[in-house]
């Protein structure tokens, strides 16, 4: 009986100090949350706690959907328990569009610490007047323009969903926002990130979130019809992939995203002939990681990426598209992923596109490739016996 006493006693005392930390986390009570925000610029937030602990430090951390890395800002604290604090986007940048979470951590004077319960907002950019327009799982947002601008948009979104779906084998599981600026300055500076002025179009696949940039007038049909289908195809694509659609190259998502264009660029074509003719065709296992930087090298490569892809669907059917984006979904090499799929190498089934979308000379593409290893079959076979060659060729005299 005393062994088991003793044995209760110490299990107790061992036990004590994780007991305590557990007690010194418990949640408090916060009541009366009021969130709001001016995008771009700031976020406050006025909240109530009950305690009967003296709080002598309290701290406010926010994390957005999405995002590993939490933000903190100091929270003011005031009489009857009153809570706030201001978060300025300059000191840390929150998603766009995201959920963002937030909770309160506590510090009492008696230097136990304990957090509140999460609470959440969603970061909406709230600088427009947007218009809302919706049908099945797309919702379309616009400012500028009237509702016969919104429809349009609604339709070119519901094609391009479709045309996609079809593409890929999926559907929409849930509803897609899809935000329409009546310029590329107005999305960039969404974005935060300001970014080079081409920039049209965003998509966050994970938020079902697709961001772009018309502007009412003559063009807007073509632009609708080849930007929001664009954006959406990522979307889909995710669809398919899961949480692993950045596992995919990017030569591939963007090829997806550009054949599912109503209308694709017609200066494709033009940039991948002169890319031809000049020898300056980008190799898809550099474009596996990340596209160029310079605007020119950038085109070329959504040039390449849409026509490659659309070879890969004439010539394996979409089960074979789909097999390859699952392919790197299982996160398989940019190499290993065509093999696994295709049952060919990435070189291989370059090169095949190359001859038949391109029309480039089998026979010319063979030798320039084997040009270099044939040297250096040269010269291992002749240097060696090049001394004797050469004095076989030295006069005689006598």
Known sequence: MKRYFLLFIIALLTGFPAWQSAAAQATVPVEQVVTSHIFGEQVSVR?????????????AFLRAQGESASISTPVQLGPDGEISFIHQIRNGNLRPFAEVAFWFRFTFADGSTADSAEFAFRYLDNRFPWQVREQDNLRVHWYAGDAAFGQSALDAARSGAERTGQLLSVSLGRPVDIYIYASSEDLRATLQQGGPAWVSGHASPDLYLALVAIAPGLEQAASMERKIPHELAHILTYELAGERYPLLPIWLREGIAAVSETYPSPDYPRSLQVAVENDGLLSFSRLCGDFP???SSRFLAYAQSESFTRYIVDE?????????????????GCEQGVQQALGISLSQLEYAWRASSLGENRMAMAFK??????????????????????????????
């Open 47 to 59: 909240a109530r706690v009950r305690t009967d602990q003296t709080i002598s430090q309290a701290v």
């Open 293 to 295: 930087v310079d605007a």
């Open 316 to 332: 394996y059917g979409i089960s074979g598209l789909n097999r390859l984006v699952l392919a790197y979904a299982d996160g398989l």
């Open 369 to 398: 490739n084997l040009s270099g290893y044939l040297l250096v079959f040269l010269m291992l076979v002749f240097l060696p016996i090049a001394p004797a060659l050469f004095s076989s060729f030295k006069p005689k005299h006598g």
